[in-house]
């Protein structure tokens, strides 16, 4: 039988102080102004955790109207936007943002429970750019933030 070897508390605290340092220079590597459009309290909460665990500071919209207001008040580079929503949903959001910034327009992410083919394809003909699936993963966000890094 195998056996991971105990690490001491300050060995510990050295890994988490590493953690922190590795979170925080991905924000630096991969700088990002994000929007989460999300109606749900803990999804929310959820998404904002992860961001802030990675170095990110982000600001939450609670519907797609919501995300225009904020666009009119701040430059984001990348968004992302859940499907289902009171007042105005994710994919009509995404049409209007799109329409209204053009090639301008922030970078759009589904992050959405509806992880059916066509609810990709519905995402996708909107204009977004990329589909996580809730739960959400830490990997997904990771992935996305390199992969959509702004040109700051």
């Known amino acids: 039988m195998l056996t991971k070897p105990l690490l001491s508390e300050s060995q510990k605290q050295s890994k988490a102080d590493q953690q922190d340092q590795s979170n925080d220079l991905m924000s630096l590597t991969y700088p990002h102004d994000i929007l989460i459009v999300e109606d749900n309290i803990?999804?929310?909460?959820?998404?904002?955790a992860i961001l802030k665990k990675l170095g990110y500071q982000c600001?939450?919209?609670g519907n797609g109207q919501e995300?225009?207001?904020?666009?009119?008040?701040?430059?984001?580079s990348?968004?992302?936007?859940d499907i289902q929503m009171p007042v105005m949903d994710g994919l009509?959001?995404?049409k209007a943002i799109i329409r209204e910034y053009g090639e301008n327009s922030p970078k759009?992410?589904?992050m959405t429970a509806n992880v059916y083919s066509k609810d990709k394809i519905k995402c996708k003909e909107a204009g977004m750019v990329d589909f996580i699936g809730k739960p959400i993963l830490v990997?997904?966000?990771?992935?996305?933030?390199?992969?959509f890094c702004s040109d700051k």
């Open 139 to 147: 990997d997904h966000i990771h992935r996305v933030l390199k992969l």
């Open 108 to 110: 759009i992410v589904a």
């Open 92 to 94: 009509t959001a995404s």
């Open 59 to 61: 600001d939450v919209a």
């Open 42 to 48: 803990v999804n929310q909460m959820v998404a904002t």
């Open 78 to 81: 990348l968004i992302f936007m």
């Open 67 to 76: 995300a225009l207001d904020m666009l009119k008040l701040r430059q984001y």
